[in-house]
């Protein structure tokens, strides 16, 4: 059986691949490469370069393919940008899921896992947030993924597709064998913008907002290191291949840091003092955001191996240095080639 991966040449997907193949399984990707790498993608995984809303792409692939399962990745997932660019968001999010789910119901695909976000709690009264807690998205970010999983649980209870939803905290790290990190050159998030901080890739950091009701007042986030991540998705699929019921689970370690505390870790591990500048709140900020993390531990008996957030800013840090260096030897190339 093979595990159609939507977005598998990014961050998260592409992880979710190398899982794959490690475990011995057989996977196809679909990828826009909007913000994915053709070479996150390795033998044997197939790389079809298309959008995951084409329905007849997918029909193709489902046909061409004994995919008994889909993990679906691929999104856009920055926050403000959502709040800039909403329909984007819902076209890609939402519009398109939908017809990647009409094309696993049509098919009978069994199995289906889907990224979904911590954003779809809003601001939570409680902290650790638990599953059961109100789904009250802040952002059209947020609000595009819940969206998906509402037609996700319509259609599994009409067609009898079974699915994990993960409801991802704030992913960050890279491979520990090396292989694969957060190679998008735009990306937004904290770990990476401090990683190329320390580096000097940038001048330094805004911290987004410093007056949020928390204990140094910048806001406070779970993150979660990225092969911890992706082993929950195995789990999840194993869990649904073996009967498991349809399944909605946090993906964090239940522990929150502020930016502060992110960016001293940051400044400690590389030994670098960057600067900081505060500066004005970012669209669609929650204040705090930190997993319930007891139903993943228990139903699908999940343990995390790289809950250590100094590690997750080394392996941040190790990553980058290889994307630079990698860069530079590529100006190389070409540079000798335009001199030949
Ligand atoms: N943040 C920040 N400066 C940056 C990037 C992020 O202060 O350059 C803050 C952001 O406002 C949020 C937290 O770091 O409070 C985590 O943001 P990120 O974009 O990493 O993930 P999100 O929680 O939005 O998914």
């Not at 592409?14 to 990828?31: C, Q």
């Not at 009898?160 to 409801?167: A, H, Q, S």
């Not at 349809?246 to 001293?264: A, K, R, W």
């Not at 100094?310 to 840090?317: F, H, M, N, V, Y």
Request: charged share 20%.
């Amino acid at each position: 059986m093979t595990v159609l991966v939507t977005g598998g040449a990014g961050y998260i997907g592409g992880h979710m691949v190398l899982a794959l193949l490690d475990a011995g399984e057989k996977a196809v990707v679909l990828d826009d490469l909007s913000t994915g790498f053709r070479s996150a993608v390795r033998p044997p995984a197939k790389l079809i370069v298309g959008d995951f809303g084409d329905m007849a792409l997918v029909e193709t692939i489902l046909r061409e393919h004994e995919i008994d399962a889909i993990a679906h990745f691929a999104a856009k997932i920055v926050v403000p940008e959502s709040v800039a660019d909403p329909l984007r968001y819902y076209l890609n999010n939402t519009a398109k899921s939908r017809n990647l789910l009409e094309c696993a119901v049509r098919h009978k695909i069994k199995h289906f896992i889907f990224s979904s976000t911590a954003a779809v709690y809003g601001e939570p009264e409680v902290n650790p947030v638990s599953e059961t807690a109100a789904l009250a998205p802040i952002n059209p970010y947020g609000r595009s993924k819940l969206m998906t999983e509402w037609m996700l649980q319509d259609a599994s209870h009409a067609h009898g597709l079974d699915y994990v939803i993960l409801r991802y905290f704030n992913v960050a790290g890279a491979d520990p064998k090396g292989r694969l990190g957060q190679s998008t050159p735009q990306a937004t998030h904290l770990i990476k913008i401090a990683v190329q901080a320390a580096l000097g890739f940038r001048p330094g950091l805004d911290v987004f907002g410093a007056d949020y009701p928390t204990r140094d007042g910048t806001c406070i986030r779970d993150y979660i290191q990225v092969t911890d991540l992706v082993a929950a998705h195995l789990m999840a699929l194993d869990y649904l291949r073996k009967g498991g019921e349809s399944l909605i689970c946090n993906c964090g370690y239940g522990t929150g840091f502020s930016v502060f505390e992110v960016i001293d870790v940051v400044k400690q591990v590389s030994g670098v003092d960057f600067n900081v500048r505060i500066s004005g709140r970012r669209a669609g900020d929650p204040a705090s955001l930190v997993a319930g993390a007891e139903r993943i531990k228990s139903v699908l008996g999940w343990a995390p191996k790289y809950d250590d957030l100094p590690a997750i800013a080394g392996q941040a840090l190790d990553w980058e240095r290889h994307l630079h260096n990698k860069s530079k030897a590529e100006s190389v190339l070409v540079r000798n080639s335009a001199a030949r």
